[in-house]
């Protein structure tokens, strides 16, 4: 067996090959033993620490790379101390790195005999049966969003909006920014009062609560997760608006409401569809929708030719079964059910200011978090959050809200020009 010190020297080797063309080295080091490999300057913009040999052996296992380095991270044998999107963009340049035969060897060599640690807390998800169907889909969605209330509460806004907020300000506050995202969405959907809108995947219902106090529509919302709807119901009745607002448990493809909705919305929850049943996705938001009706769908897309690009990591660890397509595959799915599209507007660099308050809110919760679930489950977030705002920053993701209308004869009903989204009185 490898003593210590031959770990350390073996361990320092391997780094200074996996890391010989990441220029400049704006990081420091620090090995279980405590000793350090320097930055190349004066600053330091974070510390990568490992904290035994087997984050050196999970980064070389044969795991995809960015599964590796995630669970390195997650079960605590490598730690970040600073800036973790500067740490994300080293992890990115070690996941997709490309060692010559020499190095291999090399690299090979001297990670002989590592030890393996154990892992618990958190665990990579294990789904049963086909994928995208009702039953495995309630698995996917409950693994990610029944973590716990709590958990959730520690780091988004009083509303608990889980998507993208809509900063007018890049210093608006996380609860303005999504009162603002709320009120947007009701002005692009043109809420009246009177009308009955739904929404799929409703969350802990912060928009169909907005809808119903500020445009005056009655509002159900469906979600898979039994937590978001518990709570969701007890917000409606704390508001008192049991009579207009109602959330249950129901997938989308089990609704039965045949053209009885003027306006339809979904946000965030696309990505859950996945290829095989856009086109059922969108052809049930048709059928449910009046003539003339509205739907607005908002997504994450990834650019076009990316769509093979899916971080293992996220698929077992964040979002299992998610999937990501370009924005034009997705229209065509729309089109293809009968759905006019007026209007698309990408959101992206909102999501990267959404992203980066949740990561900080996040770390100023550390400790309760850490309580409520577990260290493991909160490293996931840790990772997940600055991760994906990298991605929204660098365009390699996008987020789109696009109006559909299901064409009636003759007028669509909609105005001329968007003049009335940004307008400053609510409609109601």
């Known amino acids: 067996m490898n003593t210590n010190s031959e770990l350390t020297h073996r361990g320092s080797a391997i780094l200074e090959l996996l890391l010989a063309d990441y220029h400049p080295r704006d990081f ?16 330091s913009r974070f510390n990568l620490r490992f904290n035994s040999p087997e984050a050196l052996r999970l980064m070389l296992s044969r795991k995809s790379s960015d599964l590796a ?23 990115n340049f070690l996941a997709n790195r490309r060692l010559g035969a020499s190095t291999i060897l090399q690299v090979g060599w001297n990670a002989l005999h590592i030890p393996r640690g154990s892992n618990n ?3 990579a998800v294990r789904l049963r049966g086909k994928a995208h169907t009702v039953a495995r889909d309630r698995q996917a969605v409950r693994f990610h969003y029944d973590v716990t209330n709590e958990f959730y509460a520690l780091w988004l806004d009083s509303r608990m909006v889980y998507s993208c907020a809509y900063f007018k300000q890049v210093d608006d506050d996380l609860d303005t920014a999504q009162v603002q995202k709320l009120d947007y969405l009701c002005r692009k959907l043109r809420l009246k009062p009177g ?3 739904l929404d799929i995947g409703c969350g802990w219902g912060g928009l169909v609560i907005f809808a119903a106090q500020n445009y005056g529509v009655s509002c159900k919302g469906i979600t898979l997760s039994e937590n978001q709807a518990t709570l969701a119901n007890q917000r409606i009745a704390q508001a008192g608006l049991q009579k207009r607002c109602q959330v249950q448990v129901c997938d989308y493809r089990e609704l039965s409401e045949q053209g009885e909705f003027e306006k339809i919305v979904s946000v965030g929850m696309v990505e859950h569809v ?12 048709m059928s449910l929708l009046l003539p003339g009706g509205v739907f607005l769908n908002h997504g ?8 093979s690009k899916t971080s293992a990591f996220i698929s077992r660890y964040v979002f299992p079964d998610g999937e990501l397509l370009p924005i034009n595959e997705t229209l065509r799915y729309a089109e293809e059910v009968g759905f006019e599209v007026r209007d698309v507007e990408n959101l992206r660099e909102h999501y990267t200011l959404t992203l980066r308050e949740w990561a900080r809110r996040l770390d100023l919760n550390r400790s309760r978090a850490v309580e409520v679930v577990d260290e493991p489950t909160f490293r996931v977030w840790r990772l997940f959050l600055p991760g994906s705002a990298i991605a929204f920053d660098s365009g390699a993701l ?3 809200q696009t109006l559909l209308v299901k064409t009636a004869e003759g007028s669509r009903g909609l105005p001329l020009t968007r003049s009335d989204w940004y307008l400053e009185k609510r409609s109601a």
């Open 28 to 43: 420091t080091i620090q090995l279980w033993d405590g000793s350090q490999i320097g930055a190349e300057g004066d600053f």
């Open 69 to 91: 380095l995630a669970e390195a991270y997650i079960y605590g044998s490598l730690d970040v101390q600073g800036d973790h999107e500067a740490a994300m963009r080293l992890a």
């Open 121 to 123: 807390g958190r665990h």
């Open 195 to 197: 009308e009955r809108l």
């Open 274 to 285: 996945g290829r095989d049943q856009l086109r059922r996705y969108f052809g049930q938001a």
């Open 300 to 307: 994450i897309a990834c650019r076009a030719g990316d769509e």
């Open 398 to 400: 996008n987020v789109y």
